[in-house]
């Protein structure tokens, strides 16, 4: 089932990418850009522990 709203999403983000060539230093840059003329933080995510993701998957 394909859903439009996610669709749209995935649409999006490759026009954006193809806007900057697939140059990830500079989509990163719009994004930051984008982020400060919005005056917050769009996506704030703790910081992953490879190393223990690494244990978790070699004991199980």
């Not at 990418?17 to 989509?27: E, M, R, S």
């Not at 996506?43 to 199980?60: I, N, Q, S, Y």
């Amino acid at each position: 089932m394909r859903d439009p709203i996610v669709e749209e999403v995935r649409n999006r983000r490759v026009e954006h990418c193809k806007k900057f060539g697939n140059d990830l230093a500079a989509i990163y840059a719009d994004l930051k850009s984008t982020e400060a003329d919005l005056g917050g933080t769009i996506v704030k995510r703790p910081a992953r522990h490879l190393e223990k993701e690494r244990k978790v998957f070699a004991t199980g």
